[in-house]
């Protein structure tokens, strides 16, 4: 590996906010929107802090898709990119649609099933990150209607919550 060698990403989670990406990987420079075939979007993973994150889960039904964005980032970054995701997601490489429908091989990270839990909700600062990320790459709405706005908790650690939206520039507009 030199350390100009680079390996595409596909984020479609708390990622896809480029400005919380970067913070976990400086290199990460954005490629265009893709989709991921045959997976649909799930808030299902917990988390370490028992909330629930996003997870990109096979189905393999065509009607099926997660959206989201491919990042260039550098061989250097990927382990912070593997420390970030912990070890509750696998690192895999799947094909990826781009907006020229141009298929690409790009690594991404997929929820281990020992933790998959249905009952879980988001804390409202992980979902803002979705959100906010969505919206920054211009997913389409319906997709962010159905699949990203949904309904999430208060993060009982108030630090925690103010760390994760330091990240941004501004604050993030509750609704």
């Given at each position: 590996?030199?350390h100009?060698?680079?390996?595409c990403?596909?984020?479609?989670?708390s990622?896809?906010a480029?400005?919380?990406?970067?913070?976990?990987?400086?290199?990460?420079?954005?490629?265009?929107?893709?989709?991921?075939p045959g997976?649909r979007?799930?808030?299902?993973?917990?988390g370490?802090?028992g909330?629930?994150?996003?997870?990109?889960?096979?189905t393999g039904l065509?009607?099926?898709?997660?959206?989201?964005?491919?990042f260039?980032?550098?061989?250097?970054?990927?382990?912070n990119?593997?420390?970030?995701?912990?070890?509750?997601?696998?690192?895999?490489?799947?094909?990826?649609?781009g907006?020229d429908g141009?298929s690409?091989?790009?690594?991404?990270?997929?929820?281990?099933?020992?933790?998959?839990?249905?009952?879980?909700?988001?804390?409202?600062w992980?979902?803002?990150?979705?959100?906010?990320?969505?919206?920054?790459?211009g997913?389409p709405?319906g997709?962010?209607?159905?699949?990203?706005e949904?309904?999430?908790?208060e993060?009982?650690?108030?630090e925690?919550?103010?760390?994760e939206?330091a990240?941004?520039?501004?604050?993030v507009?509750v609704?």
């Open positions: 590996m030199t100009d060698e680079t390996y990403y596909f984020a479609y989670g990622n896809l480029t400005a919380r990406l970067q913070a976990r990987v400086p290199s990460a420079h954005c490629l265009g929107r893709a989709v991921l997976h979007l799930a808030y299902h993973k917990q370490a802090d909330s629930a994150k996003c997870d990109a889960c096979y065509a009607a099926d898709e997660v959206h989201g964005v491919v260039e980032i550098a061989a250097a970054d990927l382990p990119l593997d420390a970030a995701e912990g070890p509750r997601y696998e690192r895999v490489e799947l094909a990826v649609t907006e141009r690409r091989t790009a690594l991404t990270y997929r929820a281990l099933p020992a933790y998959i839990d249905d009952r879980l909700t988001p804390y409202c992980y979902r803002d990150h979705v959100l906010r990320g969505a919206r920054e790459h997913l709405e997709y962010i209607a159905e699949r990203i949904v309904a999430c908790a993060d009982p650690d108030p925690r919550c103010r760390q939206r990240v941004h520039a501004e604050p507009p609704r």
